[in-house]
């Protein structure tokens, strides 16, 4: 059993930013696709954005794209997920969570055979 750990949600008024973390128990992302859902109350969870293994691609929502980021420096660090100009729509639990290896992150939450607990992230307007 893989355990994800997030941190770093919060409150931030609109415009601002906040830095999400993530961990795994193994202690390295080496082996794994990683990506970051939401879901607001009463909404399904929906995808954010995603990094491969290697690093090697990155994908985004519309919704979020120029304004998070998603970045890790080595294997053995923390996924960040770097949101900016945030607006009271990103009001949601986030989760990371991970996926087997792959050329390309998966958008399906089914896809994901790990996730964390989720961290909350308001925005207020």
């Known amino acids: 059993q893989v355990h994800v750990v997030e941190s770093g949600g919060g409150l931030v008024q609109a415009g601002g930013s906040l830095r999400l973390s993530c961990v795994v128990s193994?202690?390295?992302?080496?082996?794994?696709?990683v990506g970051w859902f939401r879901q607001a109350p009463g909404k399904e969870r929906e995808f954010v954005v995603g990094?491969?293994?290697?690093?090697?691609?990155?994908t985004y929502a519309d919704s979020v794209k120029g304004r998070f980021t998603i970045f890790r420096d080595s294997a053995k660090d923390p996924v960040y997920l770097q949101m900016n100009n945030m607006k009271p729509e990103d009001t949601a639990v986030y989760y990371c969570a991970i996926e087997r290896p792959s050329s390309r992150t998966s958008a399906k939450v089914e896809d994901y055979i790990y996730w964390g607990q989720g961290t909350q992230v308001t925005v207020s307007s």
């Open positions: 990094l491969t293994w290697n690093l090697g691609s990155t």
């Open positions: 193994e202690g390295t992302f080496g082996r794994y696709n």
